[in-house]
C-alpha cells in the first residue's frame, strides 16, 4: 500500500458500521475523493474531530487498490465560527453541496477547491452578507467550469457599445441588433453588470472584497436564480432547508 498526504476540505462524511466513516474530500492533488475513516467515530479516535464537514488541511492516507483509508489529519482550519450560527452553516453545507455535485475525481479541481476555502472565509466574516456571499460563489463556480455568462459584449455580434440587455437563456448579453428572439432579457443596473465583470475576472483572492446595495442584491439574485436553472438544474437539499430558516 502507497501512503500519500492530501490537501483539502471535507464535503461530507457518512457513517459506516457502527465506528467508522465514509469521507468525501476535495483534494488538491487529485480531485474529488472518497475516504474511509476507520474508528473515527470512537471518542478516543484522533481523527473524530478532523473529520467533519468545512476541515481543511492535510489528509495522511493510505491508497488501496480501490479505495483510500485515512490515517491521520493535521486541520488547519475548522471554520468552528459556524457551530454557533446556524444560516451560516446552512450557506456553508449548500457550498460544500454544490461543490460535491459539481466535482469529479482525478479532475484538477484546484481553482474550485481555492473557491470553497475562500467563500467559507467569507462566511465568517460578518462583514459580507450572506447572500451576496452565495451570489458571488455561484457565478464564480460557473465561470470556473467554463459555464459563466459573457458579460463583456454581446453574446452574438461581439459589439461592446450598443445598449444590451441580459439573457440567461442566450448565455450572457445579447446587443439592440442581435435581441429580435430575446424572451427572458433583463435590463441591468450598471452597477449590477459591473460586479458581474467583476466576479468573474477577479482572482479567487479578491473576490469577497466588496458590497452592494439592496437594488443591485436582488438583480444578482434573480440572474443567478435563473442561471442556476438552467446550467445546474439540481434542487440540493441543504438550500431546502436554508429556505425554510431565512
Ligand atoms: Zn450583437
Given at each position: ?7 483539502g ?20 492533488e ?14 478516543n ?9 468545512f ?132 435590463i ?59
Open positions: 500500500m502507497n501512503q500519500i498526504v492530501l490537501t476540505m471535507v464535503l461530507s462524511t457518512m457513517p459506516v458500521g457502527e465506528y467508522d466513516r465514509r469521507v468525501v474530500i476535495l483534494t488538491k487529485q480531485g474529488k475523493i472518497s475516504a474511509f475513516a476507520k474508528g473515527s467515530r470512537r471518542p479516535s484522533p481523527l473524530v474531530g478532523a473529520v467533519n464537514p476541515s481543511f488541511g492535510t489528509f495522511t492516507m493510505y491508497e488501496g487498490r480501490s479505495s483510500y483509508t485515512i490515517q491521520s489529519a493535521d486541520i488547519s482550519n475548522y471554520f468552528a465560527e459556524l457551530r454557533s450560527d446556524m444560516i451560516g452553516a446552512y450557506y456553508g453545507f449548500y457550498f460544500l453541496e454544490f461543490a460535491d455535485y459539481y466535482t469529479k475525481e482525478f479532475n484538477d479541481e484546484r481553482e474550485m477547491l481555492k473557491l470553497l476555502y475562500q467563500t467559507m472565509r467569507a462566511l465568517i466574516n460578518p462583514h459580507i452578507p450572506n447572500r451576496l456571499i452565495r451570489y458571488i460563489f455561484e457565478l464564480k463556480a460557473l465561470t470556473v467550469n467554463g459555464q459563466g455568462p459573457q458579460v463583456f459584449q454581446c453574446v452574438t455580434c461581439g459589439n461592446k457599445d450598443r445598449p444590451a440587455v441580459f439573457s440567461a437563456a442566450k448565455g450572457g448579453l445579447v446587443c439592440s441588433e442581435c435581441d429580435r428572439d430575446v424572451i427572458d432579457g433583463m441591468l443596473d450598471n452597477s449590477t453588470l459591473y460586479s458581474m465583470q467583476y466576479i468573474e475576472s477577479s482572482s479567487i483572492e479578491k473576490l469577497y472584497t466588496f458590497t452592494v446595495t439592496d437594488k443591485v442584491m436582488d438583480e444578482l439574485g434573480r440572474i443567478m436564480g435563473r442561471l442556476m436553472e438552467i446550467y445546474v438544474n439540481k434542487r440540493f437539499k441543504s438550500l431546502e432547508i436554508l429556505e425554510t430558516l431565512l
